[in-house]
């Protein structure tokens, strides 16, 4: 109902490139605040998903050994996409309420802000991607052609974070005890993504659900393509893109209902 | 005719106040399974409608609570209306609460950075009026000190020098300039009188009518969330000053009565 005068005039590819900007910037502040005040600021992006890989390493292979062969590398492409998914739907929850700042001007696009959270995260996680790349030759496998299809699946992942970062952005306005909830939520998630285990050691009518994971399969492409050096599956990865646009699109629609809400209740 | 700045229609909003905040689980349950609202909405706007040609400028006057803010925000798409629409267009720029788009802990320069390009400007455009702002608000010693910092008068000013420096068609002040010293004020004014002489439009919330007579044109007078004058300034804020004075002195003002009965109580 309400025309909110756009203020930034222009075709719709010149008012794309300014909200690229504004989302860079943001990006920029959301890294400013994160290690304000951090001796080691950035090298966290690196040594936190190290120091986790490390403990499931120890965990998996030395206290139960689970016997899946290289690893380290099995545990980085599960942990990296993981910790930008969980870490971006966690961040993400307190978005609207955690930048009340922009949230209160005149006009300002509040869908930016779950992308910055996405962006950032993502960020976070090509920082410690050399770490990958570091495992793949310490533990001998040659990197292979297939690590091209990378950007497919970042793309695929970025989709389905940015869908489900907007819902949950959305309902911690109305829902007060979202955080406690979605920490719960992304524990179970945690456990049901075989991260540090390999579905082909569960009984085949337990691991054919996993397909049902987004997660799941983007995890599966992310080792075809670095471990085996083989293309991810197609079919399973469609249907993933498929439902993350479903899922975008509820999402979108959920955001649009109750960003206004949060204003108001300023 | 030329398309009008602003068109406001109709406009209402409600809200529903909270009752006190649910001390026991089974209260919030209960509250969360009834369906039952407060039972009286403070009707905060009612039907309130007028136009803005583009190159007037337009006070808005009203005591505290009648409405003033609300108009503002709804204008500036902060919150929904329950009914009616706003229309605006141009470029807006707006000064509505102290330290609003101002993020505490980042310094004065990454603040006006980001508060720059959210008003609407290019990155290269930010770059190029970044020395003109800070020297318009007087902050040049201070620009890389955390906001938290920062004075009230501080605030207005990298608030007000970065919304005049955002080139706005549409100008929407609300009495925030009182807080900003004399000098300061002074600099204001002359750059509002400067922003009127280029004939764009400004909208101004203001309790000192001296100020509403010199910069504006037409003014509304407000209250209980409908307009209750709408015309040429100076006869607008005689009304409004003398009914004032009226309901100080205790007549028989419909308000006047509504005060009377609350002291009563």
Not at chain 1, 42 to 65: E, G, K
Not at chain 2, 28 to 52: C, G, H, I, M
Not at chain 2, 176 to 198: M, N, P, T, W
Request: aromatic residues 10%; glycine residues 6%.
């Amino acid at each position: 109902m309400i025309n909110a005068a756009k203020n930034t005039p222009g075709s719709p590819s010149h008012r794309l490139a300014y909200y690229w900007e504004v989302v860079q910037a943001l990006i920029g502040r959301d890294f400013a605040m994160r290690y304000k005040g951090s001796t080691l600021g950035l090298l966290w992006a690196v040594l936190s998903p190290l120091a986790m890989a490390a403990i499931l390493y120890v965990v998996f292979t030395r206290i139960v050994p689970l016997g899946i062969p290289h690893y380290s590398t099995y545990v980085f492409t599960g942990l990296l996409p993981w910790t930008w998914f969980s870490g971006s739907v966690l961040t993400g929850a307190a978005s609207l309420l955690s930048n009340r700042d922009l949230v209160r001007k005149p006009f300002f696009a509040k869908p930016v802000l779950p992308v910055v959270v996405v962006g950032t995260h993502f960020l976070l996680y090509m920082l410690a991607l050399p770490v990958l790349f570091g495992s793949l030759l310490v533990e001998g496998l040659a990197p292979t052609a297939t690590l091209l299809l990378l950007p497919i699946l970042w793309a695929v992942q970025a989709l389905l974070t940015l869908a489900v970062t907007m819902l949950v952005a959305a309902l911690s306005v109305i829902v007060p005890d979202m955080r406690h909830l979605l920490e719960i939520v992304l524990i179970l998630w945690f456990y049901l993504t075989p991260i540090f285990y390999d579905v082909r050691l569960l009984p085949a009518e337990t691991a054919r659900y996993f397909v049902l994971n987004p997660l799941a399969v983007i995890i599966k492409s992310h080792r075809d393509v670095s471990i085996a050096g083989l293309a991810p599956d197609w079919l399973a990865l469609g249907i993933t893109t498929a439902t993350a646009l479903i899922v975008f699109v509820l999402a979108y629609a959920v955001f649009r209902l109750f960003d206004d809400v949060f204003v108001e209740e300023l | 005719m030329s398309t009008p700045a602003l068109v406001v229609d109709n406009l209402s909003k409600w809200y529903w106040l909270q009752g006190p905040a649910p001390r026991t689980f089974q209260e919030s349950l209960r509250r969360l399974f009834s369906t039952a609202r407060s039972d009286q909405p403070l009707r905060s706007l009612s039907k309130v409608s007028f136009r803005v040609a583009p190159g007037e400028s337009l006070g808005i006057v009203g005591r505290n609570g009648a409405g003033k803010s609300t108009l503002l925000r709804l204008i500036c798409g902060l919150g929904r209306p329950t009914s009616g629409s706003v229309r605006l267009h141009g470029r807006v720029a707006a000064l509505l609460e102290l330290g609003a788009g101002f993020h505490p802990d980042l310094t004065g320069r990454q603040n006006l950075y980001v508060s720059a390009l959210v008003s609407g400007l290019r990155r290269k455009e930010v770059q190029a009026r970044f020395d003109e702002i800070v020297r318009f608000a007087e902050l040049a010693e201070f620009i890389d000190q955390p906001l938290r910092t920062y004075s009230a008068g501080m605030q207005v000013r990298l608030g007000f020098a970065v919304a005049i420096h955002v080139d706005p068609s549409v100008l929407i002040v609300d009495e925030a300039l009182a807080v900003g010293d004399y000098s300061f004020q002074q600099k204001c004014l002359d750059r509002i009188e400067h922003f009127r002489q280029a004939s764009k439009t400004l909208l101004l919330v203001s309790h000192d009518m001296s100020a509403v007579r010199r910069f504006c044109d037409r003014t509304i007078w407000l209250d209980h969330g409908k307009v209750v004058m709408d015309g040429p300034a100076e006869v607008v804020t005689r009304a409004y000053e003398s009914d004032d004075r009226t309901l100080m002195g205790g007549a028989a003002s419909p308000e006047a009565v509504t005060l009377d009965e609350l002291i009563a109580l």
